[in-house]
């Protein structure tokens, strides 16, 4: 495929890594707050005047620690802010991840044909640990979805104060970006995957979806050299040797480690952090 044209990316939906001495990037955090302030403890002082950083989506879990992962996050980035060399809001990127996504759709539910069943998919899949983590016990949730639009409507409403009432939440949720790349076009961060047979601009929901074909890629997309993903839905664990990808998803919050792994501008590692979780 043809080289990507950088120049027209739409910043509202893509973060730009640009004249970064070196990258470091976080994998799927999964809720687990502890590991995520280890790694940090550990990131700051391995961090150097001109790195920058990108966070690969699912920060959420299957426990109530929403509001503890992302006050963790957001007051990781001041710290870091704080150190001399890294001030530039620009440094930091953050990827919206499939749970992310969920949380988008759970928002918009009274949108929704069949909001019951909506609702019992989100909850199968954890969001009740996010909803409960902003004041709504998972079976409200359920019950609430049943109550027709008006109803749900208004419960939607008061989920949007709950999380605007936690300062940096709704800011942070509302500049999720769909994908990160630097400058020079040699890296691109995404949450799960991609296709390799549409442009960046056309994914559409590829980020977040594993279609189960990443670690095929054997040659540089779009002029990318190589392609850096953090969340793996098949768990296959931390995988750096392919020059033309990379999955930093080491298990986290499923019985296995939090990675941050930092790269040159070229795409090879320079450093690695990697923390094992508690059920680990």
Known sequence: MTVTDLSNMDMEKFGCLDQARRIWAVAAIHGETGALATLHEDLLTRFRPGDQL??????????????????????????????????????????????????????????????????DWLVDHNIGAVVASYGTPEHVARAISREGTLSISRWTSSLRRAIHNHPGHSVFLSNLRRAGFSRDGKMLFVHASIDVNRPVTMQKDNFWWDNGRFDQITSPYSGFARIVRGYDHSNKGLRLNSPHTATLDGGCGRGGALNAVCFTPDGDVADHISVQTEAG
């Open 54 to 119: 990108v966070y690969l989506g699912n920060y959420f879990g299957n426990r109530p620690t929403v509001v503890a992962t992302l006050n963790e996050l957001l007051e990781t980035r001041r710290k870091l802010m704080a150190l001399g060399g890294t001030s530039k809001p620009e440094a930091f990127v953050y990827l919206r991840g499939a749970r992310e996504e969920m949380l988008t759709k759970l928002l918009e539910l009274q949108f929704a044909p069949n909001p019951g069943e909506v609702m």
